[in-house]
Nanobody, 123 residues
Framework: QVQLVESGGGLVQAGGSLRLSCAPS??????MGWFRQAPGKERDFVAA????????NYVDSVKGRFTISRANAKNTVYLQMNSLKPEDSAVYYC??????????????????WGQGTQVTVSS
């Protein structure tokens, strides 16, 4: 059974930091990503990483503030979030992509999803 288990969400003041973790089990993935969904909005891409070489991809609004990384030995992907803003508040989802497709920033590009972890940034 494939599972993606997220952890690390919580409540933080604006300007603060959080680190999310995602530990997949049951299979390996070519790419891992983070998406977020605020109430009443669509699920949006945040960041992704190519497992083989660590190449990353970010949405413009988080560039310079968020960093996605992976720890091969732990089979874990992280999202370090710094300088958090209230508009970063959302449920954050970890996602795994099995294939080698060209695109890796859309919800439909990913095959497996975690249950989500809440991030709330207070002003």
């Amino acid at each position: 059974q494939v599972q993606l288990v997220e952890s690390g969400g919580g409540l933080v003041q604006a300007g603060g930091s959080l680190r999310l973790s995602c530990a997949p089990s049951g299979r390996t993935f070519n790419r891992m990503g983070w998406f977020r969904q605020a109430p009443g909005k669509e699920r949006d891409f945040v960041a992704a990483i190519r497992w083989s070489d660590g190449i990353t991809n970010y949405v413009d609004s988080v560039k310079g503030r968020f960093t996605i990384s992976r720890a091969n030995a732990k089979n874990t992907v992280y999202l370090q979030m710094n300088s958090l803003k209230p508009e970063d508040s959302a449920v954050y989802y970890c996602a795994g992509k099995v294939g080698y497709g060209r695109t890796w920033s859309n919800v439909g590009d990913f095959d497996y999803w975690g249950q989500g972890t809440q991030v709330t940034v207070s002003s």
